[in-house]
């Protein structure tokens, strides 16, 4: 069973670049779709976007001047970067993969890891 | 952005009662819709997909229904583990959407 896990620093201060890193194991980086979400305090969710596993990416409007993401297949990794951060992207952020071939919807999470941005 | 709301935001419920939650779009979204329940302090558990497919392992109390613009969540003889909170999310169109959350707590 595929595990996902987040890391990063959990404190980023504002107009600095959030950078997340989810390592997957116990399964492939292909055939998948590979998303970031992020959770506010108040428990509403926010799609950021995803990538492919060949590389192609789809970022929410709202953030897309601000985001990138990459993938590492050969160490089964991939990473969000948020750039000029605000404390308004204070949230826990989540990395997930839907069923094979599957860009809608979000069988297997990553616990989640707390960003705060503060000074 | 295809909104999603969602009714009632919390409820209570007893064990052994029907629950239902509703979950609203705000255009056509056929059945692009999934069901998630997150318990405190752990990630979201993926519990329909398309509206009434069933995920491996969900509880078969657990069942969805609707198309189009209207779809529900149904528990049925609800049971103390079911507290937690649920969502529904939209597979329609790309951004992905949400709703707000229905927080459901167990007597």
């Known amino acids: 069973q595929v595990q996902l896990q987040e890391s990063g620093p959990g404190l980023v201060r504002p107009s600095e670049t959030l950078s997340l890193t989810c390592n997957v194991s116990g399964g492939p980086i292909s055939p998948y779709y590979w998303s970031w979400i992020r959770q506010f305090p108040g428990k509403g969710l926010e799609w950021i976007g995803y990538i492919y596993f060949s590389g192609s990416t789809n970022y929410n409007p709202s953030l897309k001047s601000r985001v990138t993401f990459s993938i590492d297949r050969s160490s089964n990794q991939f990473s969000l970067k948020l750039h000029s951060v605000t404390a308004a992207d204070t949230a826990v952020y989540y990395c997930?993969?839907?069923?094979?071939?599957?860009?809608?919807?979000?069988?297997?999470w990553g616990q989640g890891f707390p960003v705060t941005v503060s000074s | 952005d295809i909104q999603m709301t969602q009714s009632p935001s919390s409820l209570s419920a007893s064990v052994g009662d029907r629950v239902i939650i509703s979950c609203r779009a705000s255009?056509?979204?056929?059945?692009?819709l999934n069901w998630y329940q997150q318990k405190s302090g752990k990630a979201p558990r993926f519990l329909i997909l398309s509206a009434s497919t069933l995920q491996n392992g969900v509880p078969s109390r657990f069942s969805g229904g609707g198309s189009g613009t209207e779809f529900t969540l149904t528990i049925n003889n609800v049971q103390l583990e079911d507290d937690g909170f649920y969502f529904c999310q939209q597979g329609h169109s790309t951004p992905i959407t949400f709703g707000q959350g229905t927080r459901l707590d167990i007597k």
């Open positions: 997930v993969r839907g069923p094979k071939y599957s860009w809608n919807a979000y069988d297997s």
């Open positions: 255009q056509n979204i056929n059945s692009y």
